[in-house]
């Protein structure tokens, strides 16, 4: 959890592959491999997971899913490591995890003979939960001093691109994430608008939201694909969202006496 103070760390459960990422982002350190190459490996990663769904091999699949999360994590690694942050980078990591998700869910709806629009809730579910953790974990990290502050609570416009980078580049991936994502972002702004206003997450609150997390979402998928529960995957997703609920009441209601 490199982006947060040691006082404000927390218990991520989504983040298990982070300390195989470094390991492995050390390894690369002083290769011609980029950030970039590394987001492009945890997608072709992700496509061998759907294969190997296709073919009912859902233990490959549920070892891929997790193989995936870890290379998820190791871009930005490496990209702290060689000192090249890039908007390019941290905007294809989200668009390939959007465009990812659906296609995971898709699969797996058609192995279980979903309807299409239960598929589609499912992905929407799936989303939201994920917006709700990175919207608070982004808040945590600008209220913390000395926290990170590269990712923004409020995406509003296009950023200047690095030297690294072509600023074309950077302005074709923003208005792709802006259409994949803001619909999410003020989905969950509309239900807590307040939540900026805080100064701090108490460490266990940012530990249930973590259960939201894409890594942990993989994980739930993995698991239940090697136990043979493919046909309780969507089902589970869509319900697994009315938490989000009681997540957002526990905040209003309790963490600003946390302060």
Known sequence: MPKLLEKEKFIDISDYGRRPAIYFAELIKNSSLTPIHVTLCFGICGLGAIIAILNGLYIIAGILLIIKSVIDAMDGELARIKETPSYSGRY???IFDSILN???LFTIGYMA?????LIIISYLCL???GTLYNYYYVILRHRTDGGDTTSKIFEMKTPVAFPIEKQKTVNILFKIYMIMYVPFDKTIYFLDNNAYRAKAFPNWFMTLISSYGLGFQLLVMAFMLA????????????????LLLVFIAIRKLFINKCI
């Open 92 to 94: 294809l990591d989200s």
């Open 113 to 117: 003979n979903e309807s299409i629009g």
């Open 102 to 104: 659906l296609l995971f």
């Open 127 to 129: 989303q939201l939960q």
């Open 227 to 242: 136990f043979g529960l493919i046909n309780h995957i969507i089902p589970f997703f869509i319900a697994y969202t009315a």
